[in-house]
């Protein structure tokens, strides 16, 4: 995506976002209202960006057929995703296999294929109301994997999972990422640094920082900055830097005027 | 059970299946019969064949509760993966809205045969079209779980004011209370076209 821009009537969510994902695990960082969650929306073109180019796959988004070439190859776990209270995981799945025009003969395979990867095999004709949090969100996983997707976008997912849970969850990421470009928003540091082979930090709508964990480790070691395990010292100190430097040219632009 | 059959089995019916379970479509047909079923034993119990001027009520309220039920039937409980789909949604929106607009059409003509000039099947089957034009345009605009409360709110002003009313366009706005088709049948068809078209290309606010 080039010069990517969103704007929420009068709050701009994504100023000028310039980034290149390719195969792997991203995460994405950064405080509450920074952006994540708008990047991840038009990522997954249920949200229209305002200014800028965004090509998936090749394809630029805003034709429809591409887009709809591209939503074939896409996995979407929403902050917030809603399911229908009558429906087993099982159908949850399948249903969200047909809305993605998958072949009818290869969805109870890949369904089946989809719930066992996220562990919830012995619960996939339980009715999605009767299951906790923790497995609401594996059966959210379950669908955004279901077409095996090129592109794998996921908003918070490890929400609600218990500590077990979530170490399966980022060995499940590790897996997917090899072969798929999987983007991840998160506040938890620690997946980041389990489980992502790289990490984008945004802060008020624009790109503070991009480098690996262990780099993002690295300069929270060399820099200086809050917390209790060095990829949250590194998190602190990336958006120390980017403040300052936001600040440094809000002030340069002032004297301009 | 045939949903559930579906999902396992590959079968050509299993997506359609499982997208009218999930409108809850099945249940709203089940009202929807239980609505006509009520409004022919509301019919026959007013002695129409004395007045036929007497089906009023029927033939004002029943669309309106109807459309109600046509209307919450359009909500999504998840539409942010609604938004990923790559089936085109304006197909399965028509085909939802129009196969239940048409049968319940179909169902309450049943309750007012005979008399057909005086509140009898044309003009039920105008103010079905027409509450549910309203509704599905409240459905997009204002969202599927509110969208029967313009169509109620305008319908109920017309049933309580169009007696007293006077004027040229009085057939054309109190269409919900005209005993005949003409033009008040043309602007419950605009409503249709409108409200219904609305929904097909936008769908249900979330």
């Known amino acids: 995506m080039a010069g990517l821009r969103v704007r929420h009537r009068r709050t701009v969510a994504l100023d000028s976002v310039d980034l290149d994902l390719g195969p792997g695990v991203h995460g994405l960082l950064g405080p509450n209202g920074a952006g994540k969650t708008s990047l991840i929306r ?39 995703f809603g399911y229908y209270p009558g429906f087993t995981v099982r159908e949850f799945v399948a249903y969200v296999a047909w809305l993605k025009e998958m072949p009818a003969a290869q969805v109870p395979a890949a369904v089946e294929r989809a719930v066992e990867r996220v562990g919830l095999a012995e619960r996939v004709d339980a009715k999605v109301k009767t299951l906790s949090g923790g497995m609401v969100r594996r059966v959210g996983i379950a669908q955004a ?20 849970q979530r170490v399966e969850f980022r060995a499940l990421l590790r897996e997917l990422g090899t072969a798929t470009t999987v983007v991840v928003s998160t506040h938890l540091v620690e997946d980041v640094a389990a489980a992502c082979t790289e990490v984008t ?38 958006l120390r830097t980017h403040r300052a430097a936001a600040l440094e040219e809000a002030a340069l632009e002032e004297v301009a005027r | 059970m045939t949903a559930l059959l579906g999902a396992r089995t590959a079968t050509p ?15 709203a047909l089940v009202v929807l019969l239980a609505s006509a079923g009520l409004a022919v034993w509301a019919a026959h119990g007013l002695d129409a064949y004395v007045d036929p001027s007497r089906r009023v009520p029927v033939v004002a309220l029943t669309p309106l509760f109807t459309s109600a039920v046509i209307g919450t039937s359009l909500y999504t409980a998840s539409d942010e993966l609604d938004r990923t789909a790559v089936r085109p949604w304006w197909r399965l ?23 057909p000039s005086v509140f009898g099947p044309p003009a039920m089957v105008r103010n079905t079209l027409g509450t549910t034009g309203l509704t599905a345009a409240a459905a997009a605009l204002l969202g599927a779980r509110l969208s029967w409360l313009p169509a ?10 169009a007696a007293s009313a006077h004027g ?10 005209q005993p005949d088709g003409g033009a008040g049948a043309w602007a419950a068809a605009a409503a249709f076209v409108v409200g219904g078209g609305l929904y097909v290309v936008r769908g249900a606010r979330p």
């Open chain 1, 145 to 164: 994997i279901v077409n095996e997707p090129d592109v794998l976008l996921l908003d918070e997912p490890t929400a609600g999972l218990d500590p077990e």
């Open chain 2, 13 to 27: 019916l299993a997506g359609p299946l499982l997208y009218a379970r999930s409108r809850a479509v099945p249940r």
């Open chain 2, 168 to 177: 040229r366009l009085v057939t054309v706005w109190a269409w919900p209370m």
């Open chain 1, 201 to 238: 930090l945004v802060e008020a709508g624009r790109i503070a920082y991009r480098g690996t964990p262990p780099a993002l480790a690295e300069l929270g070691e060399s820099a200086g900055g809050a917390g209790d395990n060095p990829i949250e010292r590194g998190y602190t100190a990336a």
């Open chain 2, 152 to 161: 109620f709110a305008y319908v109920s002003a017309v049933y309580v004011g």
């Open chain 1, 42 to 80: 038009v990522l997954a073109t249920v949200a229209a960006p305002t200014g800028g180019r965004v090509e998936l796959l090749g394809d630029d988004v805003r034709d429809r057929r591409h887009r709809s070439a591209v939503r074939r190859r896409l996995g979407y776990l929403p902050q917030e």
């Open chain 2, 93 to 115: 929106r028509a085909v939802h809205l129009l196969t239940l607009s048409a049968l319940t059409a179909g169902l309450l003509s049943l309750a007012v045969l005979g008399h």
